[in-house]
């Protein structure tokens, strides 16, 4: 049985098309990860809004305990 031999040319097309069609792929799953990226950061500052809006302390303690110049109460 005779093997058929495929010109380079015509590699080189069908390797382009799959190169193509991963890179659509990779592309597709990024931004998912990027939109889930956002999300999970949107939920992180609506959480430390919240933590600031139920704190006790004022907002200079909070900035500088931020900051990481908080003081001792000693």
């Keep these: 049985m005779a093997r058929r031999s495929i010109p380079i ?3 080189v097309e069908i ?4 190169v193509s069609k991963t890179k659509d792929r990779y592309e597709a799953e990024l931004a998912k990860l990027e939109k889930l990226m956002r999300k999970r950061d949107e939920l992180r500052s609506k959480e430390l809004m919240d ?3 139920n704190s006790e302390r004022s907002f200079e303690e909070l900035m500088r305990f ?3 110049k908080e003081e001792n109460d000693e």
């Excluded at 390797?15 to 799959?18: A, C, D, L, N, T």
């Design 9 to 11: 040319e015509e590699k």
């Design 15 to 18: 390797q382009k098309e799959q």
């Design 51 to 53: 933590a600031f809006t």
């Design 66 to 68: 931020l900051a990481g």
